[in-house]
């Protein structure tokens, strides 16, 4: 069972919220900056507004063009190009949208007089049970001091300190 109720009137709020998203945090200027430029005819926006509502939506893109609900003007390998695009930087995308939000909405809810403090977190991602995974690693795990089958999570997080 979906935990987002399918309705148009829900598709219509996400819609609305990525769109909002897209022009507070300035998304086409950061892209731009990030060489993820349009190659043939359709806009870059168009395909990133599809790929951000797509993680709201209770389909997969597979799923959408299998029962018809895929109603876009472009493809699924435009959206496979896009994403795997070589001439995308997509790690100076997260990296500059990552400061925006920052920067634009989260350190004004906090008092000059607090100190800025980034949390980095390297925690494991078991998968102990897993053999023939991509990537999969024999990593150390520093809470039980043992090497186990996984990957590590890097995460960062911010806060401010009293």
């Known amino acids: 069972m979906s935990s987002i109720p399918r309705n148009s009137q829900n598709e219509n709020n996400v819609l609305d919220f990525v769109t909002n998203f897209i022009a507070e945090f300035h998304i086409g200027k950061l892209l731009f900056k990030s060489n993820a430029g349009k190659e043939k005819g359709i806009p870059v926006m168009d395909i990133f507004r599809y790929l951000f509502c797509l993680l709201f ?21 435009t959206v496979y190009r896009f994403i795997n695009s070589p001439k995308t930087n997509w790690q100076r995308f997260t990296t500059l949208l990552s400061a925006n939000i920052v920067n634009d909405f989260m350190k004004p809810l906090t008092s000059e007089d607090r100190k800025d403090v980034f949390i980095i977190d390297d925690s494991l991602f078991d998968r102990s049970r897993s053999k023939k995974t991509e990537l999969l690693a024999k990593v150390f795990d520093h809470c039980s001091m043992k090497y186990k089958r996984g990957y590590r999570m890097l995460t960062l997080g911010a806060a401010w300190l009293v």
């Open 57 to 77: 939506s209770d389909r997969s893109m597979y799923m959408q063009r299998k029962t018809g609900i895929f109603k876009e003007d472009f493809s699924k390998n």
